[in-house]
Structures are given as structure tokens and as C-alpha cells.
């Protein structure tokens, strides 16, 4: 079992940066797959970014490349999105997620991921 905190949302202006964190309990967080998701309103859940679990390799929604960074340390068991130059279109809720058996063939897929925070806003004004 791991309980996942997702924290560090917020309003920020176009152009600006936030940076996510996703606490996870338990001691088993260095063998889980890592995710990030998102959701707005009226809009169906969509990956963000994935991190193999000693980190070796990361994915990254082509929205998003090249201005979203995942990271992870084991030792605070804690995941992290680095988020620059937001946009309008990424305002959205932020889910954190983890799968302890997920492969990269389905790494980008929501509905294989067995835990879920609960969510954090980020809001990007234009």
C-alpha cells in the first residue's frame, strides 16, 4: 500500500514556474513506477510525465516536453515535477501515481496506476 500527498499547486502568470511534490509513505516507494497526470474541467485525465523507479528513465507527454522536468529521491520518498513556462492549457488538477508492476509499453496509460493522490490545482492566468 503507499499514500501519495501531492502539494505545491498554485496561480501563476503565463510564462511562470512551479514546481510539484508528491510525498509518498511506506517503505516501499523505490520499487514503484511514478506519474504524473492531469485533468481539467470537462477534459478526460492525461499523462504528464512517468519516472522509472531508480530514475534511469523518464517520459513525457509531448505537451509538455522540453519545459516539464520529473524527478524523484527515494531517500524522502518523495516525486517531483519541475514546471516552466506554464501555459493557459495547463491549467488543470494535478495527479501523482504509482504502479509498482507497470511497464514501459504502458507507462503512459492512467488506468494501469494503483495509487492516486488526491490532487493538486495549478491554475495558469494569461
Known amino acids: 500500500q503507499v499514500q501519495l500527498v501531492e502539494s505545491g499547486g498554485g496561480l501563476v502568470q503565463v510564462g511562470g514556474s512551479l514546481r510539484l511534490s508528491c510525498a509518498a509513505s511506506?517503505?516501499?516507494?523505490?520499487?514503484?513506477?511514478m506519474g504524473w497526470f492531469r485533468q481539467a474541467p470537462g477534459k478526460e485525465r492525461e499523462f504528464v510525465a512517468a519516472?522509472?523507479?531508480?530514475?534511469?528513465?523518464?517520459y513525457y507527454a509531448d505537451s509538455v516536453k522540453g519545459r516539464f522536468t520529473i524527478s524523484r529521491d527515494n531517500a524522502k520518498n518523495t516525486m517531483y515535477l519541475e514546471m516552466n513556462n506554464l501555459k493557459p492549457e495547463d491549467t488543470a488538477v494535478y495527479y501523482c501515481?504509482?504502479?509498482?508492476?507497470?511497464?514501459?509499453?504502458?507507462?503512459?496509460?492512467?488506468?494501469?496506476?494503483?495509487?492516486w493522490g488526491q490532487g493538486t490545482q495549478v491554475t495558469v492566468s494569461s
Open positions: 501515481a504509482a504502479n509498482p508492476t507497470i511497464t514501459e509499453a504502458t507507462i503512459r496509460v492512467h488506468t494501469r496506476y494503483n495509487y
Open positions: 519516472i522509472t523507479r531508480i530514475g534511469g528513465s523518464s
Open positions: 511506506g517503505r516501499t516507494f523505490s520499487t514503484n513506477v
